[in-house]
């Protein structure tokens, strides 16, 4: 019977996460996280969003 090595993390500090699997983002996606217009109007509907739960929580 062999015995595999286990693999041990680095002791101490954060972990660390293997992101080389990660899907890439896809050039439409990178066009519409750098354009502004499209920034501006997910930043005001994210907006609306949190007030609308902030108004039903304080009935």
């Known amino acids: ?5 286990m693999y041990q993390p680095p002791t101490g500090g954060d972990p660390v996460a293997d992101l080389s699997k990660a899907p890439l983002p896809t050039s439409k ?4 996280r750098q354009n502004l217009p499209i920034q501006l109007l997910r ?3 994210f907006d609306l969003r949190i007030l ?8």
């Open 1 to 5: 019977m062999t015995q595999q090595a």
């Open 29 to 32: 996606t990178l066009r519409s």
């Open 43 to 45: 930043f005001i509907s």
């Open 52 to 59: 609308r739960m902030v108004a039903k929580g304080h009935h």
